[in-house]
């Protein structure tokens, strides 16, 4: 057998296991020291009471024999399929149920949906970005370019005529920066990718965190958008289900004709056997009227902490951008200091972990991410001492 060298190319990430060695490092010489972690990616709020209720009762539902269930469809139960339906609708996106693919979360579909796609294809990826995209792509040996996303363009880089790219990966709000296009903005990519034959792999894993009407939180929202784009969406974020795992992927017919959802319905029903019927009753909770309430509920609860961090770091005059629409807030490290640097002041100084924004790209250098995941108590704490500090 020949293994697949392209795993070779694929860079390691020391990203998350450096900042570990280095908290460790820090709290063994200073065991006296609190410190605060504002650079996890993960959700912290439980899963809210209309879902637990509706994960108990189809347990329940899986001990009996009238209402067992083996097997499902692998593209998921029309209940929730249904669901997911009504949720576009409310955004004034109409879409018919065979287009919406229930999946296990979107890290796997944005792998997955690789198999669809031939290998001499040339990937469009912003830099800074969410690492999955170049790993997957890395490892089924595809070439990629990279755009850039910086403060010159606000994060949020356009199409340019003399691109020459296949495969587009978007993603807004964007992880780790924060920004979100605007209409108008997609509307220049999915015009591009019309025009180029393109394919946009949009990923909108943080779509519910858009409160302002007029940004867009599916691109089907752009005209021209269902001819040219696929949709990853995911309820992790949406509503703490990152270890319980649901999300849906949008594959339109409209897409090449419809060759592109009857190879993705084939390529699921060949190597997926669906996401769990107890979790599907999860995630359909989710969408209830009680369940946007409760998950809401939640999601503003982020949306003050990202606020609290935002307007320390506005008083003391330091550059940034996100949190509004999103969990994350993306800002320059002060005094010219790199990444790395910012990272061991604050860890050093205020003992406040953050994510380096180098470790996202190149462009990331010189940036810092902070989450707002953490807890309301941790983050004031935080952003108290930050303020005292830079006082
Ligand atoms: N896309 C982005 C941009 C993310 O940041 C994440 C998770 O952090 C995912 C996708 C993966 O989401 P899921 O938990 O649905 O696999």
Redesign the pocket.
């Known amino acids: 057998m020949k293994v697949n060298t392209n795993y070779q190319n694929i860079s390691d990430s020391y990203l998350f296991s450096t900042i570990a060695k280095k908290v460790n490092e820090f709290a063994a010489k200073n065991p006296d020291k609190k410190i605060i972690r504002l650079g996890i990616?993960d959700v912290t709020l439980p899963l809210c009471k209309v879902v637990v209720n509706a994960l108990k009762s189809a347990s329940e539902e899986m001990g009996v024999k009238e209402t067992f269930r083996g097997y499902g469809p692998e593209q998921g139960y029309d209940f929730l399929r249904e669901k997911v339906q009504a949720y576009y609708k409310s955004h004034n996106v109409s879409l018919d149920i065979d287009e919406i693919f229930i999946s296990d979360?979107?890290?796997?579909d944005?792998g997955n949906i690789l198999d669809l796609f031939a290998v001499d294809n040339t990937v469009l990826v912003p830099d800074p970005v969410?690492p999955?995209y170049v790993d997957t792509n890395t490892m089924a040996g595809r070439k990629i370019v990279y755009i850039d996303a910086n403060a010159s363009n606000n994060f949020l880089p356009l199409p340019d005529e003399s691109m020459k790219v296949d495969i587009i990966y978007l993603?807004s709000p964007?992880?780790p920066t924060g920004a979100v296009y605007n209409k108008e903005q997609l509307k220049k990519w999915v015009d591009y990718a019309n025009k180029n034959k393109a394919v946009i792999l949009f990923?909108a894993?943080?779509e519910c965190f858009i409160t302002d009407e007029n940004l867009p939180r599916s691109i089907y929202e752009i005209e021209g958008a269902k001819t040219c784009a696929i949709e990853?969406c995911?309820?992790?974020?949406m509503a703490g289900?990152?270890g319980t795992?649901c999300?849906y992927t949008v594959v339109p017919k409209a897409l090449e004709n419809g060759l592109l959802n009857k190879m993705w319905l084939r390529r699921q029903t060949t190597k997926f056997n669906g996401v769990p019927y107890i979790v599907q009753k999860g995630a359909e909770a989710v969408f209830t009227s009680e369940g946007q309430t409760e998950i809401q509920e939640n999601l503003n609860y982020y949306k003050e902490n990202a606020k609290i961090i935002s307007q320390t770091l506005e008083k003391h005059n330091i550059w940034h951008i996100g949190g509004k629409h999103s969990p994350y807030i993306w800002l320059k490290c002060p005094n010219n200091m790199s990444s790395w640097e910012f990272f061991d002041y604050l860890l050093s100084n205020v003992q406040i972990v953050g994510t380096p924004g180098s470790g996202f790209g190149k462009n990331g250098e010189g940036y810092f991410r902070l989450t707002s995941f953490g807890s309301r108590e941790n983050t004031i704490e935080a952003m108290k001492r930050l303020d005292d500090f830079l006082k």
């Open positions: 990616g979360g979107a890290k796997s944005l969410y999955v993603c964007n992880n990923d894993a943080y990853f995911s309820l992790s974020k289900f990152t795992r999300g």
